[in-house]
């Protein structure tokens, strides 16, 4: 599976955007879809994670609210719409897969840079 993200960018505090991850290949439906971010200087941390069929989604506890994440298997795409905005959210964005019955991320999007300015 390959993964490319797409849709970030420089944005101010208070505003939306959606990120947006195409997997090659028709399996998509087959894999649990995550989205993840490392701040400048931090570890990567994890935002949101949806399984295959969409059933469940979970967030990080301090995203929960303003961050959604979501799928459209028949177009091999993964979302995460970003609502309210914060400085402390620019950080580059990766979308990233693992088959459903498997426990690791095997398959990792390039990055998208989300810049948030206050």
């Known amino acids: 599976v390959q993964l490319q993200a797409s849709g970030g960018g420089l944005v101010q505090a208070g505003d939306s955007l959606r990120l947006s991850c195409v997997a090659s290949?028709?399996?998509?439906?087959?894999?649990?879809m995550a989205w993840f971010r490392q701040a400048p200087g931090k570890e990567r941390e994890h935002v949101a994670t949806?399984?295959?069929?969409?059933?469940?989604?979970s967030y990080a506890d301090s995203l929960k609210g303003r961050f959604t994440i979501s799928r459209d298997n028949a177009k091999n795409t993964a979302y995460l719409q970003m609502n309210n905005l914060k400085a402390e959210d620019t950080a580059i964005y990766y979308c990233?897969?693992?088959?459903?019955?498997?426990?690791?991320?095997?398959?990792w999007g390039q990055g998208t840079l989300v810049t948030v300015s206050s």
């Open positions: 949806m399984t295959y069929r969409g059933r469940t989604r």
């Open positions: 290949g028709r399996t998509f439906s087959t894999y649990d």
């Open positions: 990233a897969a693992k088959f459903f019955a498997n426990n690791d991320y095997a398959f």
